[in-house]
């Protein structure tokens, strides 16, 4: 080998290596730490991007990170429902759900989308396990309040995080699709950042990372460029009034706002098509997507 070739890969190795040791003080701050991670949109859907996601997923757990995973599932939902001939309906970013709607929505979560992430999971040599908010009793559920009629779309009335720390002490990734049940045993439809937000307040996590499908709070919805970094609870609610912040970014910011107020430390949106954002967002110093705070 050559003195060039040599200095070529001395260069190479230390490069990777610094890699590695920038990720020692986050991986002091955060081993231990649960981190609730909504997973869906367009991340999903592609299936290179997925195996990318449950890699990193799979590289924090291992890591001493105790990653929770809440999905949504928005597309094969649509995707059922259009083979039904239902024709899906939404009012500000959640799904009006009829009787009929919501049975294909919890059969969909549960019965396809949950196990397939799991198994995803498990195919990248995690321990995973699927559950909905039915299980254990975990989330209890309620119509939600507001003037739209959404059917059965619930509100998260309480978390009961018990099994899913359970769960996490015995080494499992949990894996949670957004279905609970009432009260009276109804069957609700729940959008998935607002109880991913209130699972990371009932867990105390230390960060809620919400993976979605642009760059992350835009203040010009039309321009890429336009990403918000830090955005406020204020500028939150006014871009919401001003309808700037539109449909499906709606539940995600207020969802942040939930999971502060509930303690969780640090809430990001972030682009979940971006390789292995997960890792840079929790394991360098660069900072990516739109991080919500309260003031
Ligand atoms: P997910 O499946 O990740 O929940 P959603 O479609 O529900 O995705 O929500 C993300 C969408 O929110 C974006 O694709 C975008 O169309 C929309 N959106 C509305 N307002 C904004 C905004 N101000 N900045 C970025 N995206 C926005
Ligand atoms: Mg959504």
């Known amino acids: 080998m050559g003195e060039r070739d040599y200095q070529a890969d001395m260069q190479n190795l230390r490069q990777r290596a610094e890699v590695l040791i920038e990720a020692l003080p986050y991986l002091r701050e955060f081993r231990g730490h649960t981190v609730v991670v909504k997973y869906g949109g367009a991340a999903m859907i592609d299936a290179a991007v997925?195996?990318?996601?449950?890699k990193d997923l799979v590289l924090l757990d291992h890591v001493g990170l105790h990653p929770v995973v809440v999905h949504g599932g928005g597309p094969d939902?649509?995707?059922?429902?259009?083979?039904?001939?239902?024709?899906?309906?939404?009012?500000?970013?959640?799904?009006?759900s009829d009787a009929e709607t919501v049975d294909i929505a919890q059969m969909v979560l549960t019965g396809k989308t949950n196990p397939n992430l799991v198994a995803a999971i498990q195919q990248q040599g995690g321990q995973s396990i699927g559950l909905s908010g039915k299980d254990g009793g975990m989330v209890l559920a309620g119509e939600l309040s507001g003037d739209a009629n959404m059917g059965f779309v619930g509100e998260v009335l309480e978390v009961s995080p018990g099994l899913v720390q359970g769960l996490i002490s015995q080494g499992f990734i949990p894996v949670?699709?957004?279905?609970?049940?009432?009260p009276d045993g109804q069957t609700f439809?729940?959008?998935?950042?607002?109880?991913?937000?209130?699972?990371?307040?009932?867990?105390?996590?230390?960060k809620l990372i919400l993976l979605t499908d642009v760059r992350g709070v835009l203040s010009n919805r039309s321009r890429p460029n336009s990403l918000i970094s830090e955005l406020n609870?204020?500028?939150?609610?006014?871009?919401?009034?001003a309808q700037k912040i539109e449909a499906g970014m709606?539940?995600?910011?207020?969802?942040?706002?939930?999971?502060?107020?509930?303690?969780?430390?640090?809430?990001?949106?972030?682009d979940g098509r971006l390789p292995h954002a997960l890792l840079v967002e929790l394991l360098t110093d660069v900072g990516i997507g739109t991080m919500v705070v309260t003031a």
């Not at 949670?176 to 009432?182: C, L, N």
């Not at 439809?189 to 230390?206: E, F, M, V």
Request: charged share 20%; aromatic share 2%; glycine share 8%.
């Open 189 to 206: 439809n729940i959008n998935a950042d607002h109880l991913a937000g209130r699972i990371a307040g009932a867990l105390k996590a230390s």
């Open 50 to 54: 997925r195996t990318e996601v449950m």
């Open 233 to 241: 609870a204020q500028s939150a609610e006014e871009m919401i009034r």
């Open 77 to 96: 939902i649509t995707e059922m429902m259009q083979r039904l001939g239902k024709e899906p309906v939404f009012i500000d970013g959640q799904r009006v």
């Open 176 to 182: 949670i699709a957004p279905i609970a049940s009432g």
């Open 250 to 270: 709606i539940p995600k910011v207020r969802a942040c706002l939930d999971a502060l107020a509930a303690g969780v430390q640090r809430c990001h949106i972030i």
